[in-house]
């Protein structure tokens, strides 16, 4: 199995930065797509950011031009850097990983981000 670890989470302020961090362990892959969802309470999760091995990043319409999503392939590692947050931004942060070949995914256990207005 892959292990997903985030850190990084907090509380900001509106147009403040974060920056979130998630290690992959187990049977990941260096192929393996990295990224992040993101969840708010009575909300469906949604796509954040992923990115694949080679670097070609996808990002969800309202976070587009504001974070940015990068990959350590040697460290197993992906990162999101926020900027000018805002408060609809405010969720749990779920980083995942998917397999190519089978589509499997692996999910975080998630951490809070909190912006404050």
């Known amino acids: 199995q892959v292990q997903l670890a985030e850190s990084g989470g907090g509380l900001v302020q509106t147009g403040g930065s974060l920056s979130l961090s998630c290690v992959a362990s187990g049977s990941i892959l260096t192929n393996d797509i990295m990224g992040w969802y993101r969840q708010a309470p009575g909300k469906q999760r949604e796509l954040v950011a992923t990115?694949?091995?080679?670097?070609?990043?996808r990002y969800g319409d309202y976070v587009e031009g504001r974070f940015t999503i990068t990959r350590n392939n040697p460290k197993n590692t992906v990162y999101l850097q926020m900027t000018s947050l805002k408060p609809e931004d405010t969720a749990v942060y779920y980083c995942?990983?998917?397999?190519?070949?089978?589509?499997?995914?692996?999910w975080g256990q998630g951490t809070q981000v909190t912006v404050s207005s």
């Open positions: 995942m990983s998917r397999r190519l070949q089978t589509a499997r995914y692996s």
């Open positions: 990115i694949t091995s080679g670097g070609t990043a």
